[in-house]
């Protein structure tokens, strides 16, 4: 069952719906010519256009008595009319309705039209007082009006629609109505009303009498519904009251792009706990092959404007902006990304987005460029300095030479005046390394170590060869391991401190041997004190019958870990085992040779086979011969294994 708070909410919804309708009122000599003009005055297709008949068009006799058709015509859902004729506007259908949560007092509206005099009650809200019928009347009273319909007044109290309906009548006099004017201003921007007071037996304003002034003043467009709904309940008079308003163009915006890496060139050095690293200057942007790189926004077509009279105002669209490529890179099958080809150091040369898979230091690795991590190449036309790091997965050339710095790569390592670790130097490449000279430094190379001017107290490894190839290239001091030879000008010198040159096996496979030996050592000393703790409680458990609660529950610890290490042990000795097994199937031996001497003091070692040099040996090669090494004639280095770099 409908409840009178519903009946007043959904009239309430239906005359807010209403005052958002916009509507036109046309005549024409046929019902369809009505539409189309109708169609065409709202901006709609006919099919959108909703319509009621206010006269019915007929076509006389003889031309006379001829009625042309009216129609009050919308958009959408149909819009409520003000004007009835009799009390059924106040009859609603509804099923439910919203809960209002503000407050306010019920408001009475009485205004003198034409062809009446009609009312209009709004509910209150929350805690508002509502309007009763004694109020309702003295307004009507106060307005002069003396013939009224008590019962149709009382309706409207009752439910509160919130929309105008008759309730009595008047003497009107058309003589003294309310007069309208409409100005059209502000370059046809903003349309205002300005209304008269209407004199003895004169009629309000109503909503169809402005817009039917609004459009014969040529405002077809922005009506303002709630000012012109507000005139209407509470006129104003003698005052500009805007009613309609023009819109303004939006021009569209223009094609932005968004760069995914810092186009600037300013140098930001990293703050690390409080201080400021000048080595991590952060200058560096790497990329991956596929990575986004940038991405544009397009641009936006513009809205165009309208005045009030319904004249299109002029508009401009965003303009495009292009992207424009450099090498490595590329768009988007729909245009509006762009990605990298290649690893590499993106970056903004002369506009143009650009990877560079070959990074060029035009001076030395310092606080000015910072610490280098990159994705491609880099050549250093001058030195690195003591501190600093370059690491690149592609070949790293220095021109200048290497100090107490580090130097990472998959590829080679080329450094044409040679390293100089002062200890703490490490340079390790994937691939070869060539250096003037190695000195007070670390070498790792997964294939050549190959200098010209020798090796000197350093730790040098070589997955391959170890090649020291002119007058001056000798070998001093240090540890020297390659997997398949060793070769200088001279080996070791007068006390300059034990030279270890190893041979027969792989530098990596050799610290693998070193390290699951000494994990199968610990993980041993382990288990041994493990068990022998086990053994203790189990002595203890023996005489005692029943251990304790806490010696209960270590024994299970004992049992279970003893168990994991037992395993442990036996899965490294195994892992051992298998490389020995390796190390033994490998075919070439390996050799140590020299052009010149060999001094005292070194030390050569062929797989596990050691010899300490206890003569001088001039231009000899050191071979295995089973359990022994012994010497041979010389044996040249193959010019075919040594790269020549230009």
Request: net charge negative; hydrophobic share 40%; aromatic share 4%.
């Amino acid at each position: 069952m409908v409840t009178l708070e519903q009946l007043k909410d959904f009239m309430r919804q239906r005359a807010e719906e209403d005052r958002t309708i916009r509507s036109v009122t046309i005549s024409a000599p046929s019902l369809d010519e009505a539409l189309a003009s109708a169609a065409l005055e709202l901006g709609l297709a006919t099919s959108r256009v909703e319509f009621d008949i206010v006269q019915k068009g007929t076509g006389g006799v003889l031309g006379f008595g001829k009625k042309t058709w009216t129609i009050l015509a919308y958009e959408g859902a149909k819009k409520s009319k003000k004007s009835v004729a009799s009390d059924e506007g106040f009859l609603p259908d509804l099923d439910t309705a919203p809960i209002e949560a503000t407050s306010a007092d019920g408001l009475i509206f009485v205004r003198m039209w034409s062809d009446g005099v009609y009312l209009k009650v709004t509910p209150a809200k929350g805690d508002g007082m509502a309007v009763n019928e004694e109020a309702a009347m003295e307004a009507l009273h106060s307005r002069g009006v003396k013939e009224i319909n008590r019962q149709v007044v009382k309706g409207a109290v009752k439910l509160c629609t919130g929309t105008y309906g008759k309730v009595g009548e008047y003497n009107h006099n058309p003589a003294n109505d309310t007069l309208i004017t409409v100005t059209v201003e502000d370059s046809d921007m903003r349309a205002s009303v300005s209304l008269t007071s209407p004199g003895m037996g004169g009629g309000d304003v109503s909503r169809e009498d402005i817009e039917v002034m609004l459009r014969n003043e040529g405002v077809v467009f922005g009506w303002d519904d709630p000012a012109i709904d507000a005139l209407v309940d509470e006129p104003v008079y003698g005052q500009k009251i805007p009613v309609a308003w023009g819109l303004k163009s939006v021009n569209g915006n223009d094609a932005k792009i968004t760069h995914f890496f810092d186009i600037s060139v300013k140098i930001k050095p990293h703050e690390i706990e409080g201080r400021v690293d000048f080595k991590e200057l952060n200058t560096i942007r790497n990329v991956l092959k596929g990575e986004e790189l940038a991405k544009k926004e397009p641009a936006q077509k513009g809205q165009p404007g309208r005045t009030v009279t319904g004249r299109m105002l002029a508009v401009k669209d965003g303009k495009d902006v292009a992207f424009d490529l450099g090498n490595n890179v590329s768009l988007s099958k729909d245009g509006l990304r762009v990605v990298s080809t290649a690893d590499g150091q993106v970056m903004l040369i002369q506009g143009k987005i650009t990877v560079e898979t070959v990074m060029v230091i035009s001076g030395d690795v310092d606080t000015t460029v910072g610490n280098i991590n990159f994705l491609g190449s880099v050549i250093v036309k001058g030195s690195v300095a003591d501190g600093f790091t370059v690491k690149a997965v592609g070949n790293i050339e220095v021109m200048g030479n290497v100090g107490k710095a580090i130097l990472e790569t998959h590829a080679d390592i080329i450094v044409h005046q040679g390293i100089n670790g002062g200890g703490e130097g490490r340079v390790s490449a994937g691939q070869s390394i060539w250096s003037k000279f190695i000195q007070n430094a670390t070498a790792d190379a997964g294939l050549y170590v190959i200098v010209s001017d020798g090796i000197l107290h350093s730790r040098v490894f070589s997955g391959k060869k170890i090649l020291c190839k002119g007058k001056r290239a000798k070998i001093v001091g240090g540890y020297l391991r390659a997997a398949e030879e060793i070769n200088a000008s001279s080996l070791g010198a007068v006390g300059s401190g034990e030279t270890i040159l190893e041979v027969g096996i792989d530098p990596k496979v050799k610290e693998q041997m070193v390290t699951l030996n000494d994990e199968v050592e610990n993980l041993t000393r382990e288990y041994n004190s493990a068990t022998l703790n086990l053994q203790s409680l189990l002595k203890q458990e023996k005489l005692i019958k029943v251990l304790p609660p806490d010696k209960a529950a270590m024994k299970k610890s004992l049992l279970t870990k003893v168990a994991g290490l037992k395993a442990q042990v036996a899965k490294a000795n195994e892992s051992l085992e298998r490389h020995r097994k390796d190390i033994d199937d490998l075919q070439g031996v390996g050799k140590i040779s020299s052009s010149g001497m060999v001094f005292p003091g070194a030390k050569v070692i062929i797989k596990d086979v050691e010899l300490d040099v206890i003569r001088e040996y001039n231009g000899v090669t050191f071979v295995r011969d089973g359990n022994l090494i012994r010497t041979v004639k010389y044996e040249e280095i193959e010019e075919e294994e040594v790269i020549k770099r230009s």
